[in-house]
């Protein structure tokens, strides 16, 4: 089995900061992308940032130069850093990683953590 698990949400002022992060466990052979996604209800997620294995880093125009995600491929686990919110960042946070599990299960999977709420108002 593979987990995903997020933490750091929570409710913060215009123009504040908050960091996520996403730890993966589990029978993990290998992890290749790792990525944060968001969703407002009634909206489709969309892609926040991604991180391959290879160093490739790629934004969404609405989160580029406020936010900053990173990676520690030892634990398993990435970080998406929000500088200066808008209200309009208000959403549910997914941490989303490819993996390619151990044991007889062959191929490579995407995994979802259960989703961390992030509230940006006064």
């Known amino acids: 089995q593979v987990q995903l698990v997020e933490s750091g949400g929570g409710l913060v002022q215009p123009g504040g900061s908050l960091r996520l992060s996403c730890a993966a466990s589990g029978s993990i052979f290998s992890i290749n992308a790792m990525a944060w996604y968001r969703q407002v209800p009634g909206k489709q997620r969309e892609l926040v940032a991604v991180?391959?294995?290879?160093?490739?880093?790629n934004y969404a125009d609405s989160v580029n130069a406020r936010f900053i995600i990173s990676r520690d491929n030892a634990k398993n686990a990435v970080y998406l850093q929000m500088n200066s919110l808008k209200p309009e960042d208000t959403a549910v946070y997914y941490c989303?990683?490819?993996?390619?599990?151990?044991?007889?299960?062959?191929?490579?999977?995407?995994?979802w953590g259960q989703g961390t709420q992030v509230t940006v108002s006064s």
């Open positions: 991180f391959t294995s290879s160093g490739t880093i």
């Open positions: 989303k990683a490819q993996i390619r599990p151990s044991g007889g299960r062959q191929g490579w999977f995407d995994y």
